[in-house]
């Protein structure tokens, strides 16, 4: 995960605890106002913005939130529109009034939408997925054929010298372009040897990236992943908007008879 989305992840719940209970700091100080109890203001305020409370969520798993991976000006634009979007629709279902007060399949209707608008990924990692594994004798080439300052995405598997087994993915920088073997050993820090059939860890440098990874001599490379070829994921906004178009009907319909009839 990208450190700055950790560390917004961590600011937004510091800013919640604000009208939460057992902190709620303004909780106390507008029932200290209003002459209410503080715990019931504090949890009917968190009933208010409980969409502050999953913004982080989304942005953990859609970082285009927070501006990373965009690549152009409409890009840009797409996603301020749909996270804007998002949140009314959000705030709309958790308040239970959109264009007239909402019906229980209205606000799921709603909060499926704003889902759709916060993260279309979800839907499309369920058809396509996001990743494939290469064998890991292939890793010299799919490093080679990274831009400049990439990342390679590496299963490991190995023993701690406590004798914990280990078996996880890492993230390694691969720098400037170059051949594969060239960029591991130099950005990544790891140097390789083959051995029965496997893709062993053979050297590491000291302070390296791979080291700082927690990864040890003679560790397994398993296998390497790397992004598939799939349709971009607002695809998905498409049929967010025909349902969101079904429900603008379905309740201006119903605040019509209600005008109507008074």
Same mark, same amino acid.
């Given at each position: 995960?990208?450190?700055?989305?950790?560390?917004?992840?961590?600011?937004?719940? /510091?800013?919640?605890?604000?009208?939460?209970?057992?902190?709620?700091?303004?909780?106390?100080? =507008?029932? =200290?106002?209003?002459?209410?109890?503080?715990?019931?203001?504090?949890?009917?305020?968190?009933?208010?913005?409980?969409?502050?409370?999953?913004?982080?969520?989304?942005?953990?798993?859609?970082?285009?939130?927070?501006?990373?991976?965009?690549?152009?000006?409409?890009?840009?634009?797409?996603?301020?529109?749909?996270?804007?979007? *998002?949140?009314?629709?959000?705030?709309?279902?958790?308040? /239970?009034?959109?264009?007239?007060?909402?019906?229980?399949?209205?606000?799921?209707?709603?909060?499926?939408?704003?889902?759709?608008?916060?993260?279309?990924?979800?839907?499309?990692?369920?058809?396509?997925?996001?990743?494939?594994?290469?064998?890991?004798?292939?890793?010299?080439?799919?490093?080679?054929?990274?831009?400049?300052?990439?990342?390679?995405?590496?299963?490991?598997?190995?023993?701690?010298?406590?004798?914990?087994?280990?078996?996880?993915?890492?993230?390694?920088?691969?720098? *400037?372009?170059?051949?594969?073997?060239?960029?591991? =050993?130099?950005?990544?820090?790891?140097?390789?040897?083959?051995? *029965?059939?496997?893709?062993?860890?053979?050297?590491?440098?000291?302070?390296?990236?791979?080291?700082?990874?927690?990864?040890?001599?003679?560790?397994?490379?398993?296998?390497?992943?790397?992004?598939?070829?799939?349709?971009?994921?607002?695809?998905?906004?498409?049929?967010?908007?025909?349902?969101?178009?079904?429900?603008?009907?379905?309740?201006?319909?119903?605040?019509?008879?209600?005008? *109507?009839?008074?």
């Amino acid at each position: 995960m990208p450190l700055i989305a950790v560390h917004l992840f961590v600011f937004y719940f /510091g800013i919640l605890a604000d009208d939460t209970p057992p902190v709620g700091l303004a909780a106390y100080a =507008a029932a =200290a106002i209003s002459g209410g109890d503080p715990i019931r203001t504090g949890i009917q305020g968190f009933t208010y913005d409980i969409r502050t409370a999953i913004l982080p969520f989304l942005f953990i798993f859609n970082t285009e939130l927070l501006m990373i991976g965009i690549e152009n000006w409409f890009h840009l634009l797409l996603v301020i529109v749909s996270a804007t979007m *998002a949140m009314l629709l959000f705030a709309a279902a958790t308040q /239970g009034y959109f264009l007239t007060r909402t019906k229980w399949p209205e606000t799921i209707a709603l909060l499926l939408i704003s889902f759709t608008f916060f993260r279309p990924g979800f839907w499309m990692d369920m058809i396509y997925p996001p990743l494939e594994k290469v064998e890991a004798s292939k890793i010299y080439d799919v490093v080679e054929a990274l831009p400049e300052n990439g990342l390679v995405r590496v299963h490991v598997m190995g023993e701690t010298l406590e004798g914990d087994l280990v078996d996880k993915v890492v993230m390694l920088p691969v720098g *400037a372009p170059g051949s594969g073997e060239e960029r591991l =050993a130099t950005a990544a820090g790891m140097e390789l040897r083959e051995e *029965a059939g496997k893709l062993l860890v053979d050297n590491l440098v000291f302070g390296g990236a791979a080291e700082r990874q927690k990864i040890d001599f003679d560790w397994e490379i398993a296998d390497v992943q790397q992004k598939t070829d799939r349709p971009a994921k607002q695809w998905f906004f498409l049929p967010a908007f025909g349902l969101l178009a079904f429900v603008v009907m379905i309740q201006r319909r119903r605040r019509d008879r209600v005008v *109507a009839s008074t």
